[in-house]
Nanobody, 117 residues
Framework: QVQLVESGGGLVQAGGSLKLSCLAS????????MRWYRQAPGRERRFVAA???????TYVDHVKGRFTISRNDARNTLYLHMNSLKPVDSDVYYC???????????WGQGAQVTVSS
């Protein structure tokens, strides 16, 4: 099994920045897609950014140029660098590690991001 532990959330003023981290443990062999999602109470979980094991990145339109998804060299930690934050970015952010071949998804516990105006 895979365990994902998130950190780095918090409160920041508009225009500031935060870096979310997602540390993976367990058997991560076969993970080929790593993603960040966001979800507010009573709303559907929404895609934010994706990083394939070979380094290709994808972003939802409204974070392009502001957010950057990356991983460390050991490939056991996923990051989301968030710059020029806006109040509309406020949400709970979840990391996701996916084994596409096996159809397996693993989720972090969520990190609260609050941006004040």
């Amino acid at each position: 099994q895979v365990q994902l532990v998130e950190s780095g959330g918090g409160l920041v003023q508009a225009g500031g920045s935060l870096k979310l981290s997602c540390l993976a443990s367990g058997n991560t062999f076969g993970i080929d897609d790593m993603r960040w999602y966001r979800q507010a109470p009573g709303r559907e979980r929404r895609f934010v950014a994706a990083l394939t094991i070979r380094g290709s990145t994808t972003y939802v339109d409204h974070v392009k140029g502001r957010f950057t998804i990356s991983r460390n060299d050991a490939r056991n930690t996923l990051y989301l660098h968030m710059n020029s934050l806006k109040p509309v970015d406020s949400d709970v952010y979840y990391c996701n590690f996916r084994n596409t071949l096996r159809g397996e998804d693993h989720w972090g516990q969520g990190a609260q991001v609050t941006v004040s105006s």
